[in-house]
């Protein structure tokens, strides 16, 4: 069983950064793909990015790519999200989820565990 967890998320004002990271323990952390996705209040869950395995190939959803950095640190079990020029559109509870699947899932169903989520608020 894999537990993850999630980590770095707080207040921001438009156009600032945040850091967060996703510790996970159990199972082989280099060998899944790592995935972000975020759920603001009344909307459904969304994708934000994924990193595979070996750390070599990442993928963004649309609304963040240019502005968000995936990062996997296999030597710590770590996966990071780095958020510049945050919009208040980018207000949501974060998770982390591991799958093993590459090219990665985009819809959340392919992923096995997920963290608690980490909030994340961007005022205008």
């Known amino acids: 069983q894999v537990q993850l967890v999630e980590s770095g998320g707080g207040l921001v004002q438009t156009g600032g950064s945040l850091r967060l990271s996703c510790a996970a323990s159990?199972?082989?952390?280099?060998?899944?793909?790592m995935g972000w996705f975020r759920q603001a209040t009344g909307k459904e869950r969304e994708f934000v990015s994924a990193?595979?395995?070996?750390?070599?190939?990442?993928y963004y959803a649309d609304s963040v790519k240019g502005r968000f950095t995936i990062s996997k640190d296999n030597a710590e079990n770590t996966v990071y999200l780095q958020m510049n020029s945050l919009k208040p559109e980018d207000t949501a509870v974060y998770y982390c989820a591991n799958s093993w699947l590459w090219p990665p899932d985009v819809s959340g169903r392919g992923y096995d565990y997920w963290g608690q989520g980490t909030q994340v608020t961007v005022s205008s």
């Open positions: 990193i595979s395995g070996n750390a070599i190939n990442t």
């Open positions: 159990g199972g082989t952390f280099s060998l899944y793909t």
